[in-house]
């Protein structure tokens, strides 16, 4: 089992800029990935930017204006977020992926708000 905690979210004006952060406990060992998703009211969940080894990834939207991260092998993660734009008003998650077994869990969400 593994317990995914974000924090960070804010208000935020276009422009500005927010890092979260997401904290692991359980079993972090078998975490092999882990990232971001957002959801924007009345949409799906999207991936934003995930992280496995030192290897991150990012969509096409947020290249360039964030920055996946960890000070250790697992713990924390930090999505770093500049150059917010109304688009990215949504509610961002955690989460992480493991092996043997295989297994997907997620955090409870913080909410981010970009605002003119």
């Known amino acids: 089992q593994v317990r995914l905690v974000e924090s960070g979210g804010d208000l935020v004006q276009t422009g500005g800029s927010l890092r979260l952060s997401c904290a692991a406990s359980?079993?972090?060992?078998?975490?092999?990935?882990m990232g971001w998703y957002r959801q924007a009211p009345g949409k799906q969940r999207d991936l934003v930017a995930s992280?496995?080894?030192?290897?991150?990834y990012y969509v096409d939207g947020v290249k360039g204006r964030f920055t996946i991260s960890k000070t250790d092998r697992k713990n924390p993660l930090y999505l770093q977020m500049n150059n917010l734009q109304p688009e990215d008003r949504a509610v961002y998650y955690c989460?992480?992926?493991?092996?043997?077994?295989?297994?997907?869990?997620w955090g409870q969400g913080t909410h981010v708000t970009v605002s003119s």
């Open positions: 989460y992480a992926k493991t092996v043997l077994p295989e297994r997907e869990y």
């Open positions: 359980g079993s972090i060992a078998r975490i092999y990935l």
């Open positions: 992280i496995a080894g030192d290897r991150p």
